[in-house]
């Protein structure tokens, strides 16, 4: 017997979910530890396993939102940041573009650039954007350097040279001398040697800042898991859902900028259904993909920290990072966001958030804002299950909104549940309708734990008629951990190459090195894609490779005319070459859904719930998974699982799958609001 454990770490909650060999599930949801985020998923992990021997866990695979805080909070280490000569000002320089409500702000700020103006160094060297060496490495100039870091006290560094994609040899040069007197060095052509100098110098900034933060906790993850008695190897998601080794998400940290929300849409990938939407709404934050072939979108730049509706992925704002990540959409909407009335008496829900300390209201830790759980509470559609909830807390936090507003606390509650379901509907917007796609060819997935309670009503805004809800969708995030396959990928800016094959080649060695395997080994993956763009254009779309160039330029128009709608014909030049290696997943990862039933759901019974088309409060029935095999259950009437709750809105009919997924219907004569 063998097991496997998936450890994800949100804003609220610390989820755990334990497979064994013959795919038998156990999951465990405790509150978030932010002062020391291990100690929640040692509790997470200890409860997982039960009696279980920790001896024959096999493999441990974590999500973590370590290196996305350090961002947002600029929590990470000091980093110098050493570039060619006359390039010193491009990072305090940057850029930023002016979105809402900095666009009338007439005392606008920008935001302080990764690194400090002081903190930025040139070498004198100079390579041409073909790899020439122009002007030859002044080893002395980089000694002077070393040595004025080293006085300030600065421990880590970035290197990014001019057009090092294309010559690589100065800048390890100025690394082994850095490495002299400095622990933690990297250099662009290691960490993503691609073209656009801006964004290649902030990725390798960010892997400067987070990678030593990143090695400690691996280090001391792994010691404490030790200390249980767990001693497998622990891997970490990346952000484009592959799952990597510690030791190179070490290396490599800004790859895992994204790892939680990128194990969720796995999660969501691996429901039957080869056109979905991902919707995952935790605690904190509630975010979007939409999944088309059973594939999720790929962007290979996103922005992290930056201000914007949906998580700061505006273009310009934020630090743009050049990485392979999960096309997501996220707003600061959770069960802990903050319901509140703004200066003109409006009401307003979120972005802040009460997360695990002090919690809602209703979590009786301390907290008094009214939040989006205590007002689920309040309307009945939430009940105590892995957590204690007091109502009358609840109540009263929602009295702090109601009376100033003049209404019933009832009619506050259900207020803050539609402005919450409108603004994760505005994320679906960005992922489909914005996009030039029709959600309503898609099936809506929902997990997290606050996901199914508002899927419904979310799905009505769209049209779209089918919401599926995954067993165990409180944990999905955890469970999508477990499904993902060792896998990395490789880059390198070549214009049009005249030897791909020998590109691919030394990519692939380079990416197999990095899982500890060989191109060659038996049911190892090797793909292939390229960067392809019409010629004189500034940015490019990435295709499957072919070495037929009339097939290449077939798939380039068709994929131009996917993203924007027009059909257009041309020359055609290709820009870089990638390479992902992938080593399958043992059998014992399975995906979410395959094992038993967890214990502990609530009995079948009935509860007053707040619905307006049923005119207010009625008694609902509610039930678990196990009761409506019979089905279909037509709303209204809720749904409970352990560690989360699905509505069933008037209009709307559940029935449950032979996967034990609960599927909700919307009927034709539901009318779209």
């Known amino acids: 017997m063998g097991y496997t454990i998936g450890v994800d770490v949100g804003g609220t909650f610390t989820d755990v979910v334990l497979h064994d060999t013959y795919g038998a599930v156990s999951v465990a949801k405790c509150l978030s530890t932010h002062y020391d985020p291990i100690a929640g998923i040692v509790t997470g992990v200890t409860r997982a396993l039960g009696d279980r021997d920790p001896a024959q866990v096999t493999r441990v695979v974590h999500a ?24 010193r000002a491009a990072i305090p320089l940057g850029r930023y573009a002016r979105v809402e409500e900095d666009r009338y702000d007439l005392r606008f700020s920008p935001p302080p650039p990764p690194v400090a103006a002081g903190d930025c160094f040139e070498v004198v060297e100079r390579v041409s954007a073909r790899g020439a060496v122009l002007t030859p490495l002044d080893s ?17 560094a970035a290197v990014c ?21 400095l622990p933690n060095v990297v250099t662009s052509s290691e960490i993503w040697p691609e073209i656009r100098e801006y964004e290649r110098a902030t990725t390798t900034i960010m892997s400067a800042y987070i990678g030593p933060l990143m090695a400690s906790y691996l280090s001391r993850f792994r ?7 767990i001693n497998a190897p622990i891997h970490v998601m990346e952000s484009s859902g592959g799952v990597i080794s510690a030791e190179l998400a070490a290396r490599r940290a800004v790859a895992t900028i994204e790892s939680g929300p990128a194990a969720g849409v796995l999660a969501a990938a691996g429901t039957g259904f080869a056109n979905v939407i991902s919707f995952d709404m935790g605690g904190t934050t509630a975010k979007t993909c939409v999944v088309r072939g059973g594939r999720p979108e790929i962007t290979h730049e996103f922005h992290v920290g930056g201000k914007g509706s949906f998580g700061g992925r505006r273009a310009g704002t934020g ?80 009295d702090r909104l109601a009376s100033p507003l003049g209404v019933s ?42 996901g199914p309670m508002h899927a419904a009503r979310v799905a009505e805004r769209f049209g779209i008629g089918t919401v599926v809800v995954p067993p165990y969708c409180g944990v999905a995030s955890a469970a999508g951990l477990l499904s993902g396959a060792l896998s990395t990928e490789r880059v390198l800016s070549r214009l049009d190459a005249p030897d791909p094959a020998a590109v691919f080649a030394s990519l692939a060695a380079d990416a197999a090195a990095d899982l500890g395997v060989s191109p060659s080994d038996p049911g190892v993956l090797v ?56 080593v399958p997943t043992t059998p014992s990862a399975h995906p979410p859904g395959i ?37 279909p259950l037509h709303g209204p009437a809720i749904i409970e699982d352990a560690e989360s709750t699905i509505v069933v809105p008037p209009g709307w009919s559940a029935t449950l799958a032979g996967t034990r997924a609960v599927h909700l219907t919307r009927s034709p004569t539901c009318p779209t609001p």
């Open 595 to 631: 094992g038993t039933a967890t214990a502990g759901r609530a009995a079948p019974g009935t509860r007053r719930a707040y619905f307006p088309e049923s005119g207010g409060y009625t008694e609902v029935p509610v039930h678990t998974r196990d009761t409506i095999d019979d089905g």
């Open 223 to 229: 010691e404490r898991l030790a200390e249980i008695g």
């Open 409 to 450: 606390r009832e009619e506050a509650a259900y207020a803050v549940h539609e402005i919450v379901s409108a603004s994760m509907a505005s994320a679906v917007h960005v992922v489909t309708v914005q996009r030039g796609i029709d959600p309503r060819g898609f099936a809506l997935v929902a997990f997290g734990g606050a």
């Open 64 to 87: 973590t939102t370590l290196a996305t805080n350090a961002v947002l909070e600029r929590k990470g280490v000091r980093v110098a940041f050493v570039t060619t000569q006359g390039f």
């Open 527 to 582: 793909s292939r894609s390229v960067d392809v763009r019409f010629t004189g254009q500034s940015h490019d779309l990435t295709v499957e490779w072919t070495p037929e160039r009339p097939v290449l330029a077939s798939r380039f128009f068709e994929r131009y005319e996917e993203v924007y709608g027009i059909a257009q014909r041309g020359e055609i030049e290709l820009v870089g070459y990638r390479v992902r290696v992938t």
């Open 319 to 398: 630090v743009p990072i050049k990485t392979p990540v999960i096309d997501l959409a996220e707003v600061g909407a959770g069960g802990g966001s903050v319901a509140w009335l703004d200066p003109a008496g409006a009401l307003r829900v979120g972005p802040h958030s009460a997360g695990s300390s002090p919690g809602p209201a209703c979590y009786g830790l301390g907290g008094s804002e009214p939040t989006v759980t205590d007002t689920n509470l309040v309307l009945g559609y939430l009940s105590s299950a892995s957590l204690a909830l007091f109502p009358d807390l609840a109540r009263k936090a929602l």
């Open 161 to 181: 040279l001019l057009h090092s994609y294309a010559n690589p040899s100065h800048e390890r040069q100025v690394a082994a001398i850095l490495r002299e007197s």
């Open 140 to 156: 002395g100039s980089v000694r002077r350097v070393a040595a004025e870091i080293a006085e300030r006290g600065i421990t880590s």
